[in-house]
């Protein structure tokens, strides 16, 4: 059993259908206790930083997630639920986010033929492409495990950290190869 965070950030609908793909039962969910008892959680994101970190608090989710994130279980974040995880974002003028990663979150410089948010497909590590959409990026860090380059600069696409997984594209919205990796942490 796989639970999906419901904290009024997410891209729920497509997250849930990707998991049915691969057979494997969800629960989508707003309540910390069956976050805490989760064997699986799945931390998926669209939109702001600062208002997802308000939800987050409103419904008492952010020591849940914390915990999901870093007592060994497997954790998937996608999208802005990787964005959040790092310490600081500078979306919305500035927000602390939650920590878990020590990284800052930050806005693609406007450069001329590249257009922000990046939408689209894009390469982690040079190789297999998977679906973008974001106007701010994690820095590279000792926790990337996967980069991706837009806009003139090379940024974090994916974290591995043990159990503890995190991408800045939609697995859930790239096909074959999103399955694939889906597949993959369900396994770990």
């Given at each position: 059993?796989?639970?999906?965070?419901?904290?009024?950030?997410?891209?729920?609908?497509?997250?849930?259908?990707?998991?049915?793909?691969?057979?494997?039962p969800?629960?989508?969910?707003?309540?910390?206790?069956?976050?805490?008892?989760?064997?699986?959680?799945?931390?998926?994101?669209?939109?702001?930083?600062?208002?997802?970190?308000?939800?987050?608090?409103e419904?008492?989710?952010?020591?849940?997630v914390?915990d999901?994130?870093?007592?060994?279980?497997?954790?998937?974040g996608?999208?802005?639920?990787?964005?959040?995880?790092?310490?600081?974002s500078?979306?919305?003028?500035?927000?602390?986010?939650?920590?878990?990663?020590?990284?800052?979150?930050?806005?693609?410089?406007?450069?001329?033929?590249?257009?922000?948010?990046?939408?689209?497909?894009n390469?982690?590590?040079?190789?297999?492409?998977?679906?973008?959409?974001?106007?701010?990026y994690?820095?590279?860090?000792?926790w990337?495990?996967g980069?991706?380059?837009?806009?003139?600069?090379?940024?974090?696409?994916?974290?591995k950290?043990?159990?503890?997984?995190?991408?800045?594209?939609?697995?859930?919205?790239?096909?074959?190869?999103?399955?694939?990796?889906?597949?993959?942490?369900?396994?770990?």
């Amino acid at each position: 059993m796989t639970v999906i965070v419901d904290y009024r950030a997410g891209n729920l609908t497509s997250v849930k259908l990707a998991f049915a793909a691969l057979g494997e039962p969800v629960e989508v969910t707003n309540d910390p206790g069956k976050v805490r008892a989760a064997p699986r959680v799945v931390f998926p994101g669209v939109g702001a930083a600062r208002s997802a970190m308000d939800n987050l608090r409103e419904l008492g989710l952010v020591e849940a997630v914390k915990d999901a994130a870093t007592d060994g279980r497997p954790f998937l974040g996608i999208c802005l639920g990787m964005q959040i995880l790092f310490a600081h974002s500078e979306e919305d003028g500035g927000v602390d986010t939650l920590g878990v990663l020590s990284g800052q979150v930050r806005k693609f410089p406007s450069v001329p033929g590249c257009k922000v948010p990046e939408i689209g497909w894009n390469q982690v590590n040079g190789d297999a492409e998977y679906y973008f959409v974001h106007s701010y990026y994690a820095e590279l860090g000792p926790w990337t495990f996967g980069k991706t380059e837009y806009a003139g600069v090379e940024f974090t696409s994916m974290v591995k950290q043990g159990r503890l997984w995190a991408c800045q594209f939609h697995p859930e919205k790239s096909g074959r190869v999103g399955l694939e990796l889906l597949k993959g942490w369900l396994a770990c």
